[in-house]
């Protein structure tokens, strides 16, 4: 019967010690993905395995909804997979943008704390870090230089962004008018 146990005992601490290493193997690739992100990649690493220690990540399944339409402000980085962006009427749904591992969303509706106005999926299996407005009092308390770091590299990818959305809405009205300006 002590046999029976102790072998017990063995295979429980084999999986134990198996699961601590697919952790810390976990655990390391999200820190090298998160030092690749557009956020963090000014940030000093061991800053980095700090914060990544301090916030939450989460997995999603493909097809599964992030985030919807007046949702809690919350900021995600993709460590893994894809998303969409999109906005939903009762026929038509809109993509403004694809996103893939290393990017940022829900930026705006967190700074401003105010609910999405759009909604996210997964477009693959998705693994994201979980950004709050507590994540950032936190940062400025213990680490204001890297929260400058990454509320430059924030900044950069905003402009670009609103920068892409300009140029889109200048050309939708240009073609607007040279189609109105051709005959039938």
């Given amino acids: 019967m002590e046999k029976n146990s102790e072998e017990k005992k063995q295979i429980l601490l084999k999986k134990i010690n198996?699961?601590?290493?697919?952790?810390?193997?976990?655990?390391?690739?999200?820190?090298?993905?998160?030092?690749?992100?557009?956020?963090?990649?000014?940030?000093?690493?061991?800053?980095?395995?700090?914060?990544?220690?301090?916030?939450?990540?989460?997995?999603?399944?493909?097809?599964?909804?992030i985030s919807k339409e007046k949702?809690?402000?919350?900021?995600?980085?993709?460590?893994?997979?894809?998303?969409?962006?999109?906005?939903?009427?009762?026929?038509?749904?809109?993509?403004?943008?694809?996103?893939?591992?290393?990017?940022?969303?829900?930026?705006?509706?967190?700074?401003?704390?105010?609910?999405?106005?759009?909604?996210?999926?997964?477009?693959?299996?998705?693994r994201v870090l979980i950004i709050t407005m507590e994540d950032l009092i936190y940062l400025k308390k213990y680490y204001p230089d890297s929260l400058v770091e990454i509320y430059e590299a924030m900044m950069k990818t905003m402009c670009r962004r609103l920068d892409i959305t300009d140029k889109r809405l200048v050309l939708k009205e240009v073609f607007k008018n040279v189609n109105k300006k051709q005959p039938n």
Avoid: W
């Fill in 18 to 65: 198996e699961e601590r290493e697919i952790d810390v193997l976990t655990k390391y690739n999200d820190l090298e993905k998160l030092q690749r992100s557009i956020l963090f990649s000014a940030v000093n690493p061991d800053i980095i395995k700090e914060i990544i220690n301090e916030m939450v990540i989460e997995n999603f399944k493909e097809g599964s909804s």
């Fill in 71 to 126: 949702d809690n402000s919350r900021m995600y980085i993709i460590l893994e997979g894809s998303v969409k962006i999109f906005c939903k009427s009762d026929e038509h749904e809109v993509v403004f943008a694809k996103l893939s591992e290393g990017e940022f969303f829900g930026e705006i509706g967190m700074i401003m704390n105010k609910p999405s106005l759009m909604s996210i999926s997964a477009l693959t299996d998705c």
